[in-house]
């Protein structure tokens, strides 16, 4: 025979356990509630293996008490309101899907979806919620609630954080929201812990405007000036969005002209930091009273900058061949993250008399031209270059003064700082990947830089 309890009307009922109790619905039993009811729990669990079902505008599920309680369900449960109104850090855990058709309301503690859903459906808002009464996870688990957003102005669906402007048509969209950090995002710090799965029907050409919210307590310890929007179509890879706006008052950062949207995120970036390369004077090492000279700035920032060197207006790249005289190379590295840096150093090719005839460099092996012509003060020597192992270098130089050996990549990041002795044999990059580096031997003033290449194997 099915156990049937009816809660009918405005009646409130108060189910209390001065312990820990549990409210457990059997198999074939059901609650229903219909008008004001409330059903209040006070530190109780509760367990569905019956039915717990509500219909839209009937009856509310109220939670309090200090400690955590569950609520696990071996059948889909359906409320019209869920109430969390806990005192300090309890939380309710969900152990199972829960379907909300009102509201979730947030008066105190806190709410964990562990690795499960709840749903909004497209009737569903969370209303109260704050820095202290809040959902959370650290697991898979995620809010979901869709609507239709034709020309949205400023619609945040379900009220979960996401605002979105568009004069476009996105049709039926889902948005979910987790609580999960993001990882693998390029030099960042990881994410904060909230993510949006935003997913229109029309998802292309949106030119939309995304106003990201989050609570102070959700930051990951990124600070708030650095946070910018990150987007990822497949969760591992990150592409880095920017901010146009961010107030850390109100807890938000803004996007512009957002086109087509994946899972969004927010996460640190900075603007670059550049340093030059000190300003290098060379005898010709072509004819003509030319030189071929490598050259590499260093940038620092997230997402990582690109450097971009010119002579004027003119866009160079290293290695690259200077006349006679002094030359001014600008370089300015930028990521996206305003403002861009910029730095500049001269290169200057010293030439023989008027009269004195320039010839091909001949060039010892493991020398490049430059290091050939230049006078024997600091000497640089790599062997074999290229190679699919490792690099040899000997170090020519007086005993004078610390010798440092900087090795950097192709973007212009230090890989590895040694520091190494006068008229010794150094080793390295047998762990490097393939590609170009450039090392460069710091002696006082003077330094060296050589263009080294590491092949596949």
């Not at 309710?92 to 058709?101: F, K, T």
């Not at 062997?383 to 004078?400: D, G, L, M, Q, R």
Request: overall charge positive; hydrophobic content about 40%; aromatic content about 8%.
């Amino acid at each position: 025979m099915k156990k049937i309890f009816f809660v009918l009307g405005a009646f409130v009922f108060v189910f209390q356990s001065l312990g820990q109790g549990t409210l457990k619905i059997t198999s074939g039993a059901n609650i229903t509630t219909s008008g004001g009811a409330y059903l209040i729990l006070d530190n109780m669990h509760i367990i569905n293996d019956g039915s717990l079902q509500q219909t839209a505008g009937n009856g509310s599920i109220k939670m309090v008490g200090g400690q955590s309680v569950n609520l696990s369900s071996s059948s889909p449960i359906t409320l019209n309101q869920l109430l969390l109104a806990k005192s300090g850090s309890s939380a309710l855990d969900l152990q199972s899907n829960v379907a909300v058709l009102s509201q979730v309301n947030f008066s105190g503690g806190l709410l964990n979806l562990n690795n499960n859903v709840l749903n909004l459906g497209s009737t569903g808002v969370f209303t109260g919620e704050s820095e202290t009464s809040r959902a959370i996870t650290t697991g898979s688990g995620y809010i979901q609630v869709s609507g239709i957003l034709n020309n949205p102005s400023s619609v945040n669906l379900g009220n979960l954080g996401a605002m979105i402007t568009s004069t476009a048509n996105f049709g039926n969209t889902i948005i979910r929201r987790g609580h999960a950090v993001q990882t693998g995002i390029v030099g960042s710090n990881n994410s904060i812990s909230r993510f949006f799965d935003i997913i229109p029907m029309n998802n292309q050409n949106l030119k939309a405007v995304l106003r990201f919210f989050y609570f102070d307590a959700e930051l990951n310890s990124i600070p708030e000036a650095t946070l910018h929007q990150y987007k990822s179509n497949n969760n591992v890879n990150w592409d880095f969005v920017g901010a146009d706006i961010r107030n850390t008052t109100t807890n938000y950062v803004e996007k512009k002209s957002i086109n087509k949207f994946d899972r969004w995120t927010l996460a640190t970036a900075t603007s670059p930091v550049l340093t030059c390369p000190t300003n290098i004077t060379t005898s010709p090492n072509l004819n003509g009273c030319k030189a071929s000279v490598a050259f590499a700035a260093i940038a620092t920032g997230v997402p990582l900058p690109t450097l971009t060197y010119r002579i004027g207006n003119s866009v160079i790249t290293s290695p690259h061949i200077f006349s006679k005289g002094t030359t001014t190379v600008t370089v300015t590295s930028s990521n996206g993250v305003l403002p861009d840096a910029t730095c500049s150093f001269t290169v200057t090719v010293i030439c023989g008399s008027p009269n004195s005839p320039i010839t091909q460099a001949v060039v010892a092996p493991g020398k490049s031209e430059i290091d050939q012509l230049t006078p024997n003060i600091l000497d640089v020597i790599a062997y074999p270059n290229p190679t699919t192992n490792n690099f040899s270098i000997t170090v020519e130089a007086a005993a004078k003064e610390k010798i440092t050996m900087q090795v950097i990549d192709m973007y212009g990041r230090i890989i590895e700082t040694r520091n190494v002795s006068a008229n010794s044999i150094v080793r390295f990059g047998d762990r490097y990947r393939a590609g170009t580096y450039f090392v460069r031997i710091i002696q006082g003033k003077e330094h060296k830089e050589i263009k080294l290449v590491k092949l596949s194997n």
